[in-house]
């Protein structure tokens, strides 16, 4: 019987995280460490990333090219990327201007692509494994008031399939995590965003609960935990997948 001490799981490997300051990222980014890994993150956010448990921890604008690689120029190889950064703008198409459906996509999908073109040269010669966090409001579901998130989060898979098929001989591997609702400071922001529409927290909350099957919310350790795995050699198998990790949503 193989027995895999998860302390060790990703010892030895350089993991770079974004939107590591706060929710999803930040679990992510603390649960890869957990593993062994050598953890360097980033936010836009400079409170987030002064005191960190980290090897490094940097203010990055991940929208911004030059930002980025200089972020990554120290590290002439990248084992574990996790791209992190999302913006959610809530409306439908006619509630979308052109200036907001400029900065959700700007955020959530040109981010991605200047994160991942950035990591590639530094990971291809070695292999390693690519996590993007998009959305099951994307190409995988339909919600309502998600015109603009949901272009982008779609766009975001795109993306990380066409990189999963163009770098699979160099062992290089390319998933998209897909969550439902997860608990974090930018759903809270969310709720209260809604509550203004619907007139009451309690409404606010309920409509966001009531897209979940499971009755609950999703934690920010669940979406980590499903991270480690195919950042780990667990998924070595596993590449070009958008993987739904949503209490249900999708069933
Ligand atoms: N919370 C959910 O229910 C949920 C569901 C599906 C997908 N997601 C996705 O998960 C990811 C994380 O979401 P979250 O809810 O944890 O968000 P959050 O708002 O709680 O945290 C986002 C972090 O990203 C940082 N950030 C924002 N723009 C940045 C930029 N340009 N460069 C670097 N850092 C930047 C913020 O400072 C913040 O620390 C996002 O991509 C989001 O779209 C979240």
């Not at 956010?45 to 120029?73: G, K, L």
């Not at 290089?172 to 007139?199: H, K």
Request: include cysteine; charged fraction near 20%.
């Amino acid at each position: 019987m193989t027995t895999i001490d998860l302390r060790s799981r990703l010892a030895g490997r350089v993991a770079l995280v974004t939107a590591a300051g706060q929710g999803i990222g930040r679990a992510v980014a603390e649960r890869l460490a957990g593993e062994g890994a050598e953890v360097h993150a980033c936010d836009l956010n400079p409170a987030s990333m002064a005191q960190t448990p980290f090897a490094s921890a940097r203010v990055v604008d991940a929208c911004d090219a030059a930002a980025v690689a200089d972020w990554m120029a120290p590290f002439a190889r990248i084992d574990i990327l996790v791209h992190a950064v999302g913006y959610v703008h809530q409306g439908s198409i006619e509630e979308t201007s052109p200036q907001e459906w400029r900065r959700s996509l700007g955020i959530t999908l040109d981010s991605a692509y200047v994160v991942l073109g950035a990591a590639v040269p530094r990971m291809k010669a070695w292999g390693g494994s690519v996590i993007t966090i998009a959305s099951v409001a994307s190409s995988i579901k339909g919600f309502p008031r998600r015109a603009a998130y949901g272009a982008a989060k779609g766009g975001v898979i795109g993306l990380t399939k066409a990189c999963a098929a163009d770098y699979i001989a160099q062992g290089l591997r390319f998933n998209a995590v897909c969550p439902g609702t997860v608990d974090t400071p930018s759903l809270r922001d969310r709720i209260t965003e809604l509550a203004q529409v619907l007139g009451s927290l309690e409404a606010a909350e309920k409509a966001f609960l009531d897209r979940q099957p499971s009755g609950r919310l999703g934690t920010t350790q669940e979406i980590a935990g499903i991270c480690a795995f195919l950042a780990s050699d667990d998924g070595r198998f596993v590449t070009g997948q958008a993987i739904n990790v949503d209490g249900g949503i999708t069933i």
